[in-house]
Nanobody, 128 residues
Framework: EVQLVESGGGLVQAGGSLRLSCATS????????IGWFREAPGKEREAVSC????????LYADSVKGRFTISGDFAKNTVYLQMNSLKPEDTDLYYCAAHRKGHLWRACPMEWPAFGYWGQGTQVTVSS
């Protein structure tokens, strides 16, 4: 069974940093890509980053490039999202998700419908 559990969210001042963790189980990183998404009430779900280790692909939304870094610790089956220089507009509920690679979508899609497995989310709040 594929499972994803996020942690690491919290309240931070603008300019600060947080590291989100996504603990995974039930699948191999060879067959799945991991994405981070964020969503606020009344807003569309937004792709933040995607990571496919076997394809050596990492992608970022323009809004977070240069500030956020996605990485994986395969020994721990965990994917991280290091978030630096946080801004109030980064305030959202952050989700990690798993995409099983196949022929319908590219290896590391930045579209949430491509991801079939989701965690419960972790709240990030950035104060000004």
């Amino acid at each position: 069974e594929v499972q994803l559990v996020e942690s690491g969210g919290g309240l931070v001042q603008a300019g600060g940093s947080l590291r989100l963790s996504c603990a995974t189980s039930g699948f191999s990183f060879d067959d799945y890509a991991i994405g981070w998404f964020r969503e606020a009430p009344g807003k569309e779900r937004e792709a933040v980053s995607c990571f496919s280790s076997s394809d050596d692909i990492t992608l970022y939304a323009d809004s977070v490039k240069g500030r956020f870094t996605i990485s994986g610790d395969f020994a721990k089956n965990t994917v991280y999202l290091q978030m630096n220089s946080l801004k109030p507009e980064d305030t959202d509920l952050y989700y990690c998700a798993a995409h099983r690679k196949g022929h319908l979508w590219r290896a590391c899609p930045m579209e949430w419908p491509a991801f079939g497995y989701w965690g419960q989310g972790t709240q990030v709040t950035v104060s000004s």
